[in-house]
């Protein structure tokens, strides 16, 4: 029994990934207005920023899964691959639905924006499926190498989830620029193209190597705990971006040794 503990955690994610589906999904009514030239502007519904919390809720839980099997020493093929199957729903069709949504709000904002194409908006399922193809090449990946390949899910599912609650309380009036198609379409791209690709990204543990090995994972969550107390929630992608510098200059530093 004690060996279906981590199975649980892992279960639980996937889970708050469903309750994250159904608020960003169930966003009750929208208030829209209009202004003189013709366009709408929108408000955020409530409750696409519960399904980023659910989603948040979902990273701690795929944390401590692992933490707990190996605690216990009870990892496992069958963990393994619930834990990707969980993580599709959680960092992939969860976030992907959240694109959608943003899109669909961004085109509400141009003239005739009610009446978009939902092939306008489907661009947007290209996250989910870039996560699932990224974590079925991590399932059968043997590679005994402890960096990634390709961003980690979690990672790019958590910068998606960042960018209701940044909208939200609109740090330094950046929804004119985050509640934008084009923007929203690039993000799509950029993160996919990262998942999928075979470029090197650092682990997050903190194994027995020595210190130096250590010191950018350090860099980064001294970074993190700054940005978080001056940026909150726009701290997310500014964490993910020095973690995509960082993974790189650790990567050419491999090579070069």
């Not at 985050?178 to 650092?202: C, D, E, P």
Request: with cysteine.
């Amino acid at each position: 029994m004690i060996r279906q503990i981590p199975n649980l955690f892992t279960l639980l994610n996937l889970v708050f990934g469903c309750i994250a589906i159904i608020f960003v999904l169930q966003t009750g009514e929208m208030i829209v207005t209009e202004s003189d030239n013709g366009t709408f502007s929108p408000q955020l519904p409530e409750k696409i920023w519960w399904g980023s919390v659910f989603i948040g809720l979902a990273a701690i839980v795929d944390f401590l899964d692992g933490f707990v099997a190996r605690l216990f020493r009870a990892t496992s093929d069958m963990g393994k691959q619930l834990d990707s199957l969980a993580d599709v729903v959680s960092f992939g069709a969860a976030p992907g639905i959240i694109l959608y949504q943003l899109l669909r709000i961004s085109f509400i904002q141009e003239e005739d924006g009610l009446d978009t194409s939902i092939w306008a908006l489907l661009p947007a399922l290209l996250f989910p499926v870039a996560t699932a193809w990224r974590l079925a090449r991590f399932n059968i990946d043997n590679n005994a190498d402890s960096d990634f390949r390709g961003v980690p899910c979690p990672a790019a599912g958590l910068f998606v989830a960042s960018l209701p609650l940044i909208i939200f309380y609109n740090y330094f009036n950046i929804n004119i620029v985050l509640v934008n198609k084009w923007t929203l379409y690039a993000i799509t791209i950029v993160l996919s193209g990262l998942m999928v690709s075979k470029a090197r990204f650092m682990a997050l543990k903190f194994g027995k190597d020595s210190a130096k090995s250590h010191l950018p994972k350090i860099i980064l969550v001294i970074i993190a705990i700054i940005a978080a107390v001056f940026l909150q929630w726009l701290a997310v992608p500014v964490v993910f971006i020095v973690y995509l510098i960082l993974s790189q200059l650790i990567t050419t530093n491999k090579k070069i040794n």
